[in-house]
Structures are given as C-alpha cells and as structure tokens.
C-alpha cells in the first residue's frame, strides 16, 4: 500500500510539472497571475493567460490561423529581431555589459513578445529578475512554447492584453521594457503610438532602460520633462534617463 501511496504522489508531482510548475518550495516559473510577478494598480484587469487555458493541438491551429488573420495594433513582432539582438550580445561583451547594467535584477516587460521564447532568453542573458510577455494575439501559442521549454530560469507570466491597456496598468518607474521587430506595420496607429509611448516613459525604471531593434516604440518626453537619452548598442537602441 505505500508503494501505491508513493506512485500517485509521483505521478501528482509529474502533472503539476507539465502545467510548469516547480516542486514545493522552489518558484513556480510560469505565473497564474502577473500579478505574481509585478504588483499592479488593479490586477483584475489585467488578463493573464495561464498553462490551464491552453486547448487541444486540433483547436489551437484554427486560433493560431484566426489570430493571423485578425492581427492589429498593440502585438505581434517578428521574433527574429530578438534572436538577432540575442546573438550581437553573445557575441560582443561590451554590449552585453552596456545593457546589462540597466536590466539586470530588474523586472522586465516585452511588448509584442510573439509566437516563441527569444526574448524570454534575451531577459535571462540580461540577468532580468523576471519577464512578462504582452502578446494580444499569440497569447497561447506563446505559452505553449514556454510550457515545453525546460530551461525557465526566471519567473514568467504572459498576458494577452494589448500594450497601452496593459502599461497603464503598470505602477511608476517599476519595470523595464523591450520590444523587438514592433514595425510601423503592426503599429500603424500614431496617436496609440504616442500614448504608448508615453506610458513607458512613466512605467520605465529610472535606472532602467527601454531596449529595442527594428521598433516604432520608445520612450516620449514632453518639453520641461526629464530628458530622455539614446543610445545605440549593435542592432538595438537603448532608451534611458
């Protein structure tokens, strides 16, 4: 009778591992609520999407071809702008140091994280303390590739609410931001743009940075403001205080 009792304790341990948790006592990686992760100014308002959520292959191919189809401001970069920005700071340590100072140990949040897990290993190469993907459109199929990814080093959380709804959410000066491949095709609406912009002004850490690569977004300073820098590191842009 114990080795039963043992074998469904195991088997209970190995279905909470696949929903991407961690045994008890360590951090669960993949966050139910962002929350978790950044205390935001309503958590209710905020849609997380959670390992739970996720459906069948057969149903997530029709949802993956309809978000596809649907796709509008606010999501959806080429993820290959992070893959590039990952390998540019492999490759020289000068860069990697530069950007590194200003995420390291802070919590970081990657607008239009699209359909894989670069910039989740951009945020690790950066030492960040823990990433949230915004992603309105490849919500699920983001998470599901974080839930068959085994080396979740930092804790995540994915939601699928657009970039200015969520940034307002978003307390003063707590986070920094990237945001790569976010084109002026996928961002073609100026005046979201702008107020996007000026949210991650006030969201962005005073010690952080907004970093970037083939993006229309970035930090906006009005007159009298404090003054925004930029600062070109390989193929990304650093935005900074």
């Not at 920094?176 to 962005?204: A, P, V």
């Amino acid at each position: 009778m114990e080795e039963l009792s043992l074998g469904k304790e195991q088997n209970e341990a190995e279905k909470k591992s696949e929903l991407g948790k961690q045994e008890e006592g360590v951090k669960i990686d993949i966050a139910d609520s962002v929350n978790d992760i950044l205390h935001l100014k309503n958590p209710d308002l905020t849609k997380t999407v959670r390992v739970t959520d996720l459906v069948s292959d057969e149903q997530s191919i029709s949802e993956i071809i309809g978000e596809q189809t649907n796709a509008e401001e606010g999501g959806i970069s080429d993820a290959g702008f992070a893959v590039y920005a990952l390998s540019d700071l492999d490759r020289n340590p000068k860069h990697l140091e530069k950007v590194k100072s200003y995420f390291e140990g802070k919590i970081v949040i990657d607008i239009g994280a699209g359909r894989n897990d670069s910039g989740y290993e951009v945020a690790k190469k950066l030492g960040c303390k823990a990433y949230i993907a915004v992603e309105p459109y490849y919500s699920k199929s983001l998470l599901r590739e974080f839930s068959n990814t085994k080396d979740k080093d930092i804790p995540l959380a994915v939601t699928s609410d657009d970039a200015l709804t969520f940034l307002k959410n978003v307390p003063d000066s707590s986070v920094t931001i990237m945001s790569f491949g976010t084109d002026e095709y996928m961002f073609r609406d100026r005046e979201y743009n702008y107020k996007l912009g000026k949210e991650i002004t006030r969201c962005l850490s005073k010690d952080g940075a907004f970093l970037s690569s083939e993006s229309v977004l970035g930090p906006i300073a009005e007159d009298g403001e404090q003054e925004i820098k930029r600062d070109t590191v390989g193929r990304c842009v650093i935005f900074h205080f």
